[in-house]
C-alpha cells in the first residue's frame, strides 16, 4: 500500500521594456523544483528545472520580427544518481499580417549538452474569404530530448534517444460577435517517441521493484480532427470540443500505450450577483495501458464546478471542485488519481 508523498514549488519573474513603439524586450527566469517520494517503501527523486529567456521584438508596419536566447537548466536526484545538463537555443520568428492574409515563419536551433545540436522550424498561412471565416495551414518540425528521469532512473534507459516529429495541420475558423467555431485535421508523424512500456522483456535497464520503463518507438503517427464552438444563449455561454485521433504504434500496428481515441469537452457558465458560475464535462475513452494493447484501462468522465469574482479592481477569487462525483478511474494501471478535489486562490491583476 504506497503512498506517494509530492510537492512542487515554482517561481517565476519576468521584466519587461517597450523601448520605442515599434521595439520591445522581455527578460523571464523560472525555476521549480519537483520532489517525490514514496512511502512506506524508500524511494525519493527530485528535480530542479531552471530557464532564462531573452526575446526582442520588433515591428516594422505590417511586419513583425522576433528573436530569443533561451537557457534551460536540468538537474537529477535519485539516489545514487546526481545528474544534470543544460540546453541552449536561439530562436527566429517572422510574421506578416495584409488585408485577409496572414504569415507566420519561425526557427530555432537547440544545443543539448548530450544530444548535441538541433535544428527545427515551422511556416503558418491564413487567408480571411469571407466575413468571419479564415481558412488556415501550417506545417512544422519538433525536437524533444528525454528528461534525466526517463534516462537514469531507476525506470530509466540511459540509451534513449530523442524525439523528432513532422506535423502538418489544416483548419477552419468561424466567428461572429460572441460566437465561434473551429475544425482542425492534423497529422503528426515522431520518431523516437518517448513512451511508457509496461513490460520487462523490452526493459533490461529497469533496476526498480515494479515491471515497465521509458523505451523509444521507433515510429509513431497521431492523427485526427479537433472540433471546437462557443456560443451564448439566453445569458449563458456554452462551449465544447471534441479530439478524435489514432495514436497508433507503427512498428506493431497497434495504439500507443495510455492514449485515448476519443476526449471532449462540454461546458457552460453564466454571470449571477457578480459572480461568473460554471460547470464542465471532461470525457474521455478508453486506453491501453501497454504497448501490446493487452491491459485495458476503461473510459471516464468527469463532473467541475468552477466560481470567480471580483473584490476590487485588482483582486479576483477563484475556487474549483474538480471531480465533483469523486470517480474512481485510472489513467495508468494501479496508480490512483485524485478523487474530490477543492481549489481557491486569490489573483492579483494590476491594471495601469
Aim: glycine share 10%.
Amino acid at each position: 500500500d504506497d503512498r506517494s508523498l509530492h510537492r512542487l514549488q515554482t517561481l517565476g519573474l519576468a521584466w519587461q521594456a517597450q523601448w520605442t513603439e515599434a521595439y520591445k524586450t522581455r527578460l523571464a527566469v523560472t525555476d521549480s523544483r519537483d520532489r517525490y517520494e514514496t512511502q512506506p517503501s524508500p524511494y525519493l527523486t527530485e528535480t530542479q528545472l531552471r530557464g532564462y529567456l531573452f526575446q526582442n521584438e520588433w515591428r516594422l508596419g505590417n511586419h513583425q520580427f522576433t528573436a530569443a536566447l533561451e537557457r534551460r537548466e536540468d538537474e537529477l536526484q535519485n539516489a545514487p544518481i546526481d545528474r544534470s545538463r543544460a540546453q541552449n537555443a536561439v530562436a527566429l520568428g517572422y510574421g506578416l499580417s495584409a488585408g485577409a492574409h496572414t504569415l507566420q515563419l519561425n526557427a530555432r536551433h537547440d544545443d543539448d549538452s548530450e544530444f548535441g545540436g538541433k535544428s527545427t522550424g515551422s511556416a503558418a498561412y491564413g487567408y480571411a474569404f469571407a466575413k468571419g471565416w479564415r481558412a488556415t495551414a501550417s506545417l512544422g518540425s519538433a525536437f524533444r530530448a528525454p528528461t534525466l528521469y526517463q534516462r537514469f532512473s531507476l525506470y530509466g534507459d540511459a540509451s534513449l534517444q530523442p524525439e523528432t516529429s513532422r506535423n502538418v495541420e489544416l483548419g477552419l475558423k468561424w466567428a461572429q460577435d460572441a460566437s465561434s467555431f473551429s475544425a482542425t485535421v492534423y497529422r503528426n508523424k515522431v520518431s523516437n517517441l518517448i513512451n511508457w512500456v509496461g513490460s520487462t522483456g523490452t526493459c533490461a535497464g529497469n533496476s526498480g521493484p515494479f515491471p515497465g520503463c521509458y523505451a523509444n518507438v521507433g515510429k509513431a503517427r497521431y492523427e485526427g480532427v479537433t472540433v471546437a464552438g462557443v456560443t451564448r444563449l439566453a445569458g449563458v455561454q456554452l462551449y465544447a470540443s471534441l479530439d478524435v485521433q489514432n495514436p497508433k504504434n507503427l512498428d506493431n500496428g497497434k495504439l500507443l500505450a495510455r492514449r485515448a481515441k476519443r476526449h471532449a469537452t462540454l461546458g457552460a457558465d453564466t454571470q449571477l450577483a457578480g459572480w461568473t458560475l460554471g460547470g464542465e464535462v471532461q470525457a474521455n475513452s478508453q486506453r491501453w495501458d501497454d504497448a501490446a494493447n493487452t491491459r485495458r484501462l476503461g473510459g471516464y468522465a468527469l463532473f467541475n464546478l468552477y466560481a470567480s469574482t471580483r473584490l476590487a479592481r485588482d483582486y479576483q477569487v477563484v475556487a474549483r471542485i474538480d471531480n465533483l462525483a469523486d470517480k474512481d478511474y485510472q489513467v495508468a494501471r494501479d496508480y490512483a488519481t485524485a478523487g474530490r478535489t477543492f481549489y481557491v486562490g486569490l489573483k492579483w491583476s494590476p491594471k495601469y
